[in-house]
């Protein structure tokens, strides 16, 4: 058997990848090329991390991957290429314009190269002096971690998880030029356009406004992926953080989280759907204990409502 080759992955990112943007997707060519270098810079940070640490920085985006082509790619692999491809500044193009079939095939091509690269970076590590977006982030969101490192543990098998969350300052809301000036707002289930992309990082009125209601005291947030807080795992660990640290409980369409414990939907997973949040949570298939119990209370008071 062959060694792996980072040079896959290199090549990828520097004449593969901008060029299926640039023709394919009518991508600025400048554009196209930074989301290359994007994707390189990266891969190398990931690949820095403990096999741990990349495994729950995973988590947050494993039940929107496992029906992602190739489907013969091992599942942790496909949300690697997530985090490292799709949550780069590929977003950016994302959000100027539809790119929808044009990510599928990103991300589809990523799978081989990022393989060789992580598994030859793991035998050959490298000393990599660029800026690392995932260094840090146990110990700024120490709640946050502790909650998605539950997730992985309890991940393969589904069921409950206990969480002992650490004794940590109480996170303050956004304020300043944190919080974007703009007016307009997205909600799930609505067709209201976004103010801006999945990795910016900052915050708009929805995710302000969510915290602030959680400040209030226990609350219960449907949301159909953690994904749809943030695809930047810094800005997605800082919203964990504030949730976990004033007790609220967040459902999505196969996890739970509770500051006491987590749940995962076992067996298959349901794919998430962006537009209608609360569609994964009637199929209660899978769902066990408090997590089945809340899921089918959220349903109906839908449709009481």
């Known amino acids: 058997m062959s060694a792996p080759d980072p040079n896959y992955m290199i090549k990828y990112c520097k004449e593969q990848l901008p060029a299926l943007l640039a023709d394919a997707c009518e991508v600025d060519v400048d554009l196209a090329h930074q989301i290359g270098e994007d994707v390189l810079s990266r891969a190398e940070a990931f690949a820095t ?28 692999l496909r949300a690697k290429v997530t985090v490292v491809v799709r949550n780069s500044l590929l977003e950016q193009a994302h959000h100027a314009g539809p790119l929808a079939s044009g990510i599928i095939a990103v991300t589809e091509y990523a799978t081989g190269p990022l393989s060789h690269f992580l598994a030859s970076r793991q035998r050959e590590p490298i000393d990599y002096a660029g800026q690392n977006p995932f260094n840090g982030l146990a110990a700024q969101y120490p709640r946050a971690w502790a909650c998605l490192s539950a997730l992985t543990d309890v ?45 910016d990082p900052r915050f708009d009125r929805w995710i302000l406004d969510l915290l602030q209601q959680a400040s209030d005291g226990d609350f219960v947030l449907c949301t159909s992926a953690l994904s749809r807080y943030s695809r930047s795992s810094a800005k997605l660990h800082r919203v964990l953080e504030y949730l976990l640290a ?11 989280i509770r500051p006491k414990d987590v749940w995962v939907r076992r067996g298959s997973l349901v794919k998430p759907n962006s537009e209608d949040p609360y569609a994964g949570l009637a199929q209660t298939r899978g769902l066990t204990g408090a997590h089945r119990k809340l899921a089918e209370s959220v349903t109906a008071q839908l449709r009481v409502s």
């Open 49 to 76: 991390l403990s096999t741990r640490e990349q495994d729950v920085l995973i988590a947050p985006f494993v039940e929107e991957v496992f029906d992602h082509e190739p489907l013969d790619a091992p599942l942790h």
């Open 155 to 199: 991940f393969m098998d589904g069921g409950r998880q206990a969480l002992k969350l650490p004794a940590a300052s109480m996170p303050q809301l956004p304020s300043g030029d944190e919080v974007a000036a703009e007016p307009g707002f997205t909600r799930e289930g609505t067709t209201t356009a976004t103010v801006f992309s999945a990795i």
């Open 246 to 256: 004033h007790s609220a409980t967040i459902l999505t369409t196969n996890y739970l």
